[in-house]
Nanobody
Framework: QVQLVESGGGLVQAGGSLRLNCTASGSIIRMLSMGWYRQTPGKQRELVAEIASSGSTDYADSVQGRCSISQDKTGNTIYLQMNSLKPEDTAVYLC????????????????WGQGAQVTVSS
């Protein structure tokens, strides 16, 4: 199994910044990618940003230019720096990891953190 521990959420005024952190641990044979999604009531969960083990990144159009995702040398911890935050960025942010956990299969599984609340006040 894989555990994801998130930190860094909170309340910030519009225009402010926050950094979210997520560390994966457990039976990790190979990490394919890690990323952040966000969810608000009544809306579908959406990708915010993701980073592959190669270091390539992808961002939602809504955060492009305002957010930056990075990873540490192990590839098991990621950081999401969010700047120029807007009230519409308010959501629960969930860390995701796509991980291979067994040598007997090439199958990758998705794991999720419990979520970090980000609230941006106007």
């Amino acid at each position: 199994q894989v555990q994801l521990v998130e930190s860094g959420g909170g309340l910030v005024q519009a225009g402010g910044s926050l950094r979210l952190n997520c560390t994966a641990s457990g039976s990790i044979i190979r990490m394919l990618s890690m990323g952040w999604y966000r969810q608000t009531p009544g809306k579908q969960r959406e990708l915010v940003a993701e980073i592959a083990s190669s270091g390539s990144t992808d961002y939602a159009d809504s955060v492009q230019g305002r957010c930056s995702i990075s990873q540490d040398k192990t590839g098991n911890t990621i950081y999401l720096q969010m700047n120029s935050l807007k009230p519409e960025d308010t959501a629960v942010y969930l860390c995701n990891a796509v991980v291979r956990t067994s040598y007997s299969t090439t199958y990758y599984s998705h794991y999720w953190g419990q979520g970090a609340q980000v609230t941006v006040s106007s």
